[in-house]
């Protein structure tokens, strides 16, 4: 703010409201509005009187102040006028970190050409639920080096971003100091070259009594080099006699006693870590073939011998080039090309989510934001959560944003710690809806999954007959005409909503006789797994692989389980749309797929596999038979004793708890000698077992 504090902060927009220039009466506006709540007075209109005034969210990291700049938005303004919108200050009601921060903006005037239409008669402005501050992260430099003989090394200059009122606190990681002495945050360096490891502490800071940090402890470990500066290694020259060439592919019989041209490493000179870098060269003489070595630097990678350099660790990388010799000319090699690796940038992306007017806000899980940047089996630190800008009002459209935040970087200085965020929005989509009239019929009941629906929504018919009574397909009519029903079994139909309303018609008939009979010659009444092959065939969870087998040892795959559980849900409504590369829209379980990942029943192995065809293990079976429980709020209280298996090491972290449930539960028990094999794939003879004992727990049929 230069000179004059009225030099504020500018927002563009196409509106405010139009005041009259005349002795016409006017009327108070009232602010229609998710997010803002007036202060002291109000806007007046001349022929409006519906303005809507948001503001977009404001993030920021702890800085000890609540001052933040939010951008404004005002719509519902005639169309053409030009009015910039200015205000003085803005803050957050108070300076600690914490989700839903209330920001309060000040000094709010008009200008602009068509400023003499308008009349603002706000002094100030409130937005509840419109930001967050979120904690100061420390930063650590994880590699340092240190000359021999008695150099110094302030160790505060390698950790940044903790509380004044904090002390980092360090040690030696282990017992081999190499003649080093540390005392408090000084290290001195010994007459040993060689490498030492540190360990070091920051305590988190509360400033206030929150027990929320505004500032983040961390635990890390530095690794010191302490070299002898007389012997601290340069990048090679060609006359110099090590490094050691590589192995040459090429005629290497270097026969000759002729030099070869100079030869250099071309390309670029710094990347970033995780990324490649193609390098090449330039001179050298006769028909030796080239290869390439990496010789020093305080970073770390792999070259293979088209000259692709994959960094696994910021600093810097040597690379030598290598021409070998031939029956004319000696081995040539370049000096080291020094490339400088950058740590990585992380970005967090929240993903878009609509739904109707009058449905409940969906609750934000894992599934709803994708990571980019991560290298290999790297993995954050923390991960975020996704947060509503503001509550989002369902009875009416509008759009709220959603917002990550929380997450920390891996550990080892390879990421830059100020992770990029991108918000998404929930999109509330007002659609009209037509009612549904149920007409019952004797002896059962009829019901459907929507008292009125929206064009093209698929409708649930649910049957419930009376004892030694069963279903027939019920009538659905729109202006006299009768709409196709599809029979999903066990009683439940389904139709695609039309423009308009509908009559459902109910009806049921005497009850065959059931026929038990097995008709699988691969399945024997006295097989283990034929009483479940029977309950699952019957109720429309499996069918057989053809007219007459069941295949009961193939294994069963990812897609295929999800489509299970999505029949014995009804098949509610679900985009055959995924983020999923591997999940085209035509295939059979593209709905499945998406309506799991929606609910979080099942996850990807990253936001762009899902591996539908892969044979699913027995612990991921359980995981997602788990999840599908506690979506549908069934009681997963119990738990199995996994101390019996000898086995258990090998249950990943994500399954441990749903392994333990399906166990307790008596769902999934183990295998002779104590064994429950939670990596091994699934056969549709257990699929069918498990699924038994699934629904019967939870009397689903």
Request: with cysteine; glycine share 8%; proline share 6%.
């Amino acid at each position: 703010m230069k000179n004059n504090l009225l030099k504020s902060f500018r927002i563009f927009l196409t509106a405010l409201v139009l005041l009259a220039v005349c002795s016409a009466p006017v009327s108070t506006l009232a602010l229609e509005n998710m997010s803002c709540s007036i202060l002291n007075t109000s806007i007046i209109p001349l022929d409006r009187d519906n303005i809507i005034l948001v503001s977009t969210p404001y993030n920021k990291v702890y800085d000890g102040s609540s001052i933040v700049w939010p951008e404004l938005q005002l719509e519902g303004i005639s169309p053409g006028d030009d009015v910039t919108i200015e205000y003085l200050s803005a803050r957050y009601t108070d300076r600690y970190v914490g989700d839903q921060k209330t920001i309060r903006i000040s000094n709010l005037h008009l200008s602009g050409p068509d400023m003499a239409k308008y009349s603002l008669q706000v002094d100030e402005i409130e937005f509840p639920n419109c930001g967050a501050i979120t904690p100061v992260i420390p930063q650590i430099t994880t590699h340092a080096e240190l000359n021999v003989g008695g150099e110094v090394l302030n160790l505060d200059d390698l950790v940044s971003g903790y509380a004044e009122d904090v002390t980092p606190y360090f040690q030696f990681a282990s017992s081999d100091t190499n003649g080093c002495q540390l005392i408090g945050r000084e290290l001195t360096s010994g007459d040993i070259p060689g490498e030492v490891k540190l360990e070091v502490s920051v305590n988190a800071w509360y400033v206030n009594e929150d027990d929320i940090p505004e500032y983040n402890g961390a635990h890390e470990y530095i690794t010191i080099n302490i070299i002898d500066p007389e012997e601290k290694p340069t990048p090679p020259g060609p006359d110099d006699t090590d490094p050691t060439p590589p192995e040459n592919p090429g005629d290497n019989t270097g026969t000759g006693d002729k030099r070869q041209d100079p030869l250099v490493v071309t390309g670029s000179s710094s990347m970033v870590y995780g990324e490649s870098l193609h390098l090449g060269v330039v001179g050298g003489s006769g028909s030796g073939a080239v290869t390439y070595a990496i010789t020093g630097g305080t970073g770390s990678g792999t070259i293979d011998q088209n000259g692709r350099l994959q960094a696994s660790r910021v600093g810097t990388i040597w690379v030598t080039a290598f021409k070998a010799g031939d029956k004319t000319y000696q081995m040539q090699r370049s000096d080291a090309k020094v490339i400088t690796v950058s740590p990585a940038k992380i970005t967090i992306t929240a993903v878009n989510k609509t739904i109707q007017v009058g449905e409940p806000a969906p609750d934000l899980t894992a599934a709803d934001y994708m990571v980019s940047g991560l290298v290999g089996s790297d993995h954050l630190r923390t991960l975020p959560t996704l947060v509503y800008a503001f509550t989002p009002d369902t009875s009416k459209a509008g759009t709220v944003p959603i917002h990550p935040v929380g997450a920390e970087v891996p550990a080892g200085g390879n990421y830059q710690g100020d992770i990029a965020y991108v918000a998404g929005s929930l999109t509330i989509q007002a659609v009209k809806a037509f009612p549904i009239t149920i007409q019952q019929a004797a002896n059962g009941t009829l019901s459907a999954d929507h008292q009125s629906a929206k064009e093209g929504t698929t409708v649930i018919l649910t049957a419930i007959a009376q004892e030694g009574f069963v279903p027939k397909t019920p009538t659905v009519t729109y202006q006299g005409i009768q709409l196709v029903v599809a029979d999903k079994g066990n009683g439940r139909y389904a139709f695609s909503m039309p423009g308009g309303p509908v009559t459902v018609t109910a009806s049921f008939t005497v009850k065959p006789p059931i026929d038990t009979s097995l008709n699988f010659s691969d399945v024997q009444s006295s097989d283990w797994f034929s009483n479940s092959v029977a309950y699952v065939c019957k109720n429309g969870l499996m069918v057989g692989t053809s007219q007459n087998s069941f295949s009961p040892n193939d294994t069963t795959t990812r897609g295929m389980m999800v489509t299970i559980l999505y029949r014995t849900d009804g098949e509610p409504a679900a985009s055959n749309q995924s983020h999923y590369a591997d999940v085209p829209p035509s295939a059979y379980y593209a709905a499945p797929v998406s309506w799991a990942s929606w609910y979080g029943i099942a996850s990807g192995y990253s936001p762009e596999h899902f591996g539908p065809e892969d044979d699913i293990s027995r612990q991921q079976l359980a995981t997602i038979l788990y999840r599908y429980a506690s979506y549908k709020k069934f009681d997963v209280s119990q738990r199995g004793n996994l101390v019996q298996f000898s086995d258990r090491n090998q249950i990943s972290d994500y399954a441990i708890d749903a392994l333990s449930w399906a166990n307790g539960a008596g769902l999934i028990s183990g295998k002779s000698d104590q064994i429950l094999d939670p990596t091994a794939s699934t056969t549709r003879a257990e699929m069918a077992a498990i699924l038994q004992r699934f629904c019967q727990k939870y009397a689903l049929f």
